[in-house]
């Protein structure tokens, strides 16, 4: 997968894209600048992670750490080193007043033992504390650091999180506005081509009626040519509506078929989440999807997916799943049960074999 480059300073009015209506071609590995070689050439959203294009065939997913954040994130650590640096200082104040106590005690005071010994030992207790002192100051600064990348790596992904619940639901809306868009064009073409159909008939049947009476022969000729231009026309008519009804069926198996693959990214999220039974419902459903999109690559990983997550995650831990997760799991199977029997039928057993929360 290629990567690209976050751009925080985003243009507010986007110019048209340069390469409208062509596929789109990335070099594996090779760095690419969202702005300039993504938006500025096939359009899309700049701001969201999840960034579809009305310019081209092309829906475009973005990760990472945002600038502004890694920028965060470097000013904190380096405050916090010059934190660390100026609460050092005092230690070795701390250090010298010590020392000259020791002095002014050992020289003032009732010497019991030997001078030099004295001193050695001033000498070391001064160091003990001086070292002590920075230690402390070394934990303090390596807490606040790993505190402030525990914080803003939560809030990394909770904004990513919040980010693709609403591309999510805004890919979904697109998808149902250009599926309505389309219906309202095919009956207003359908319709277009009855009328015209109809007063084509009209006038080919007022000037059959005052031909009417001229000639038998001719007359029976043109109703023969009126019949079979109306059938020709009803044939074509009949032909036209299946290829939009065959096309509405495709448009509804490829909205099914995204829904699977966004269920599979919303997989991926409860996975990094560390909740099971999330991950088998969400699977559930993108099984939901993948039947009723017909596709029966998608529907055999989303099989396969749901054994490795039973198999690892409940019946290796003796992971228990609760009623109301065990229901609508068995429920979507038992449901596609027609759909292809066998796969589904040994996952259903599978699933039979979790504990079960009191």
């Known amino acids: ?47 969201n992670g999840i960034s579809s294009s009305a310019a081209c065939p092309a829906i475009f997913l973005f990760t990472g750490v945002p600038m502004k954040l890694r920028q965060l994130l470097t000013l904190s650590i380096f405050a916090l080193l010059l934190c660390s640096t100026g609460y050092a200082q005092p230690a070795k104040a701390s250090v010298a007043s010590n020392a000259s106590i020791a002095t002014i005690s050992s020289t003032t005071g009732r010497v019991r033992d030997d001078p030099e010994v004295i001193s050695i030992q001033a000498q070391n207790k001064i160091i003990k504390e001086y070292h002590s002192s920075l230690l402390d100051t070394v934990y303090w600064a390596l807490a606040g650091v790993a505190t ?21 639901q805004r890919l979904k809306e697109e998808f149902l506005s250009r599926n309505n868009e389309f219906e309202a064009k095919l009956m207003g073409h359908v319709t277009t081509a009855q009328s015209a159909t109809l007063r084509e008939i009209e006038l080919k049947l007022e000037a059959f009626m005052d031909r009417l009476g001229t000639n038998s022969v001719e007359l029976r000729a043109e109703i023969a040519k009126i019949t079979s231009t109306i059938e020709a026309r009803i044939t074509e008519l009949d032909k036209s509506q299946k290829r939009h009804e065959e096309d509405n069926l495709e448009i509804v198996k490829n909205i099914a078929s995204c829904e699977a693959d966004l269920r599979e990214v919303e997989e991926n999220i409860w996975d990094i989440k560390k909740v099971p039974s999330n991950i088998l419902i969400t699977q559930s459903q993108g099984l939901r999807a993948a039947v009723k999109a017909d596709n029966r690559f998608q529907v055999k990983n989303i099989l396969n997916r749901m054994t490795e997550t039973i198999e690892t995650a409940f019946l290796s831990k003796n992971t228990p799943i609760s009623p109301d997760a065990l229901n609508i799991v068995t429920k979507t199977l038992n449901e596609r049960m027609e759909y292809d029997a066998i796969p589904i039928s040994g996952v259903l057993a599978k699933v039979n074999e979790i504990l079960v929360k009191d």
């Open 148 to 168: 402030m990348a525990l914080l803003l790596a939560g809030f990394g992904w909770f904004t990513n999180f919040k980010f693709y619940e609403a591309d999510k």
């Open 1 to 47: 997968m290629a990567t690209f480059v976050d751009d925080a300073t985003l243009n507010a009015n986007p110019i048209p894209p340069r390469r409208a209506g062509k596929i789109p071609q990335f070099v594996v590995g090779q760095e690419y600048n969202r702005r300039d070689d993504i938006h500025l050439n096939y359009g899309g959203s700049r701001q």
